[in-house]
Every structure is written in C-alpha cells, then in structure tokens.
C-alpha cells in the first residue's frame, strides 16, 4: 500500500474510535502507536525509541508555557465576575435598541474572548450573564441562544487563543504576527453578528425588544469599571507584537492582571480560588494529552510519507489554487461535526500546510501565506463550534437555556453561520483582511 492509503486507513481507524466515545487524544495516540508499528515492519524497538523521546520533546517546549497562563486569565475572569462587567458596560450604550440585549451579548462575548482563548469557557460564562436578562426582556428562544452560541466563537477568534499557539507552534509562525492578524477578522465577525441581530429583528420585532435606555452617569461608572480590562488586553497583545514582551511574558502579565482585577472585585472567595486553579489544571493536561496524541498520529503519517505525497500530488493535478483552499475548507466544516477545534488543528495541520505552502495564492510572500492560512483555518474551525450535528457551543448554550428546545437554538445559528461563510469568502479572496494590521505594524 501507499502512504496516503495508509494515512486514510489511519484516519478511518480514528474517526471510528471518535464514534465509540474514545477520547480524542487516547484515539489518536493508539491510531499513530497502532499505524507506526506497522509501518516499521512490527518491530516495536522504534515505537519504544519513538515514545522515549515523544513527550519530552513536545513538552518541554517552552512556547506551550502560553496555554496555561492564558487558561488562568480566562478562569481568573470566569470565576471572578469581570464577564458581568463586561456585558454591563456594552449593554448600557446598545441595550437600549432592537436587539440590543443580544448584541451587547456578543459584543460582551468579544471582550471577554479577548482575556479568554475558550469559545466553550466564553460561551459558558456569557451564557450564565446574558441569558437571564435576554429572558427577562421576553426575546424569542432562538435569538438568544443562537446569539450568544455564535458569540462564543470569538472566544477563540479575538486573541489571545489557545489554537493560534497551537498553529504557531506546527509551523514555527510567529504568535505575536498571528494574534495581530486575528484582531480585524475577528472584529468583523463580531460586527456581522450584531449585523445579522438587527436583521432578524427587522423581520421579526418580537423576537428583540428594546431595553431601556442607560442614563450617561450609568455608562461612565460601566466604562470605569470595565477600562482595567481591556487595557489588560491591550498590554498583551502590544506587549507581545511591540516585542518587549514575548508571549510567555505577556501572558503572565495577563493572568496576574486578571487575578488582581477578580479580587479587588471582591468576587474571587477560597471557592472561586479553588475552581480557578482546578479548571486551569484540568483544561492545561486535556490540551497537553491531546498534543501528544497529535505528535503520536503525526509521526505514523510523516513515516508513511502522506503529507508529501498528497502535496505533490495537488502541485502536478493542476488544479486551481483556490480550488484546493475550498476543498480544504470544506473538509474543515466536515470535520467539525465529529472533532473539536483544537484536534482538528493539531490533526490537519501536518497535511495541509505543506499543500498551501507549495500553491501560488495572489502572490503572497510564504511569511503572509502562512499567516492567512492560519487565520482562514482558525475561523473554519470557529463554524465547527456551532454547525450541526455536533456544535459544542450550541450544547452548551442549550444545557443552559432548559427552557428551549435543542432545534430552536440550531435554527438561532443559522443567520449567523450565513454570516460566516460571508465572512469566510471575504478573507479567502481579500487576504489583506488578515494581513493589514500586521503589514501597517511592521510584520
């Protein structure tokens, strides 16, 4: 058999284990020790050799030091009240209009993805803010839990995110450069959002009514009181791209920055401390679980050679460019209703890069084309959060609003999965919507 052929079976053995309920990284850790062994004649001396060195080698790299410390900002502002803030301060300027409610909800969801990285973690904790007063002020089912399922997404749109490190740290691109190019991308996704509100509310005004209108004394104290976080963000994102800080140094800064803010909140007790330093712990060894199963899987495809052979076999097809880029899109949606964000780079990563890389797309230099990829890749995955069947946000969203049937909230996603694949068709033919920011500040 060929590598590619071997890579499929390898594939076909994972999607299996995933349909039995095995945990990603178990699954994928059997399938490559599994597609190793064979492709090394059965002899396990290089499996043992391979495993002897595998975690050390993932593991000790010091740029993974990012993913707790930003998993301890989100949690500090979690179980520390800054989320309520936030949903304040954008309610009191927008709540008072059509929809209101739920834009100030997804623009509260913005705020906080960005000392977050987790769409799960943001949706989760807007849901608790928002949807009580979404409720409250009688908006229909659908709208609320479709807007904040969506909203959840840019947990890990706006940076900082957990998958852009992961992409980073797969291609040896610069963070700093990809968290800058994540901003304006992400920014527009949380405008088509609260575009696609104010449009299902044109059509349908019971399904938003208007809050009341904030005095201004009301929205100064809400700004003042929100201002020390989004300076937080400011500090990491330029502290990392203006180079005085690497991304390990920032976020530090961040994580202790949101600590700070959580107790002079007077929000973080011994109990929210404990549940801060838990949830930290549990997500960092799921995340690092789950990058050893990836290196396990990847190393069988590298031995089977099916990353280089599917990328010659793309550059002599003729094919066009931006025929493959679709293809790979498309198989990104695909792999969302049966994968999480995170799996789903760690897994693609190793094979399609190599494809994009060897394509001409409008010229790019190889530094631009690979940060383009790696925001295109980011918010086709971000779809996977909310597309049927699977959509993790919207279960989240739907444990949460009990009152509201599971089809409802999936019918809520629809507009703004429309807004999406908008959005999607933009960045892949204007490539300058990702590369702006990072070309004006000197990437």
Known sequence: MSGTQIGFIIFGCLLTLL??????????????????????????????????NLAYARLSNYDLVVIPLFLLMGQFATHGGLSKSLFRFV??????????IAMAAIGACA????????????????????????KRYGYSGSLA??????????GIMIPPSVPLVIYAILTQESIGKLFMAAVLPGVIAMLGYMLVVQI??????????????????????????????????VVVIVGIYGGWANPTEAASIGAASCGILAFMSGNMRWEQVEKTLLGTA?????????????????TALAVSQMPVELAEWVKGSGMSPLLVMGMILVIYVLLGCVMDALAMILLTIPIFYPMIMGLDFFGLPQVDKSIWFGILALMVVEIGLVHPPVGMNVYVINRLAVDVPLMETFKGVIPFLISDFIRITLLVFFPIVSLYLVRTFGG
């Open 145 to 154: 839990t479709g807007a904040l399922a969506a909203g959840g997404t840019l």
């Open 200 to 233: 299902v509310v044109a059509f349908n005004p019971g399904a938003g009514p208007a809050g009341p209108r904030v005095p201004w004394p009301e929205r100064i104290r809400c700004l003042l009181q929100v201002l020390p976080v989004l300076l937080v963000f």
């Open 111 to 134: 705020g906080f993805g960005a000392i977050c990285g987790s769409s799960l973690a943001t949706a989760a904790t807007m849901g608790q803010v928002a949807l009580p007063e979404l």
């Open 282 to 298: 549990l997500a960092t060894g799921m995340i690092y679980l789950v990058l050893l199963g990836a290196d396990m899987m990847n």
């Open 19 to 52: 349909v039995l309920r095995v945990p990603i990284g178990i699954a994928m850790f059997i399938c490559g020790g599994g597609g190793y062994l064979y492709l090394t004649g059965g002899e396990t001396g290089p499996l043992l050799n391979s495993l002897k």
């Open 91 to 100: 309610s009191a300027f927008i709540g008072h209009r059509k929809g209101g």
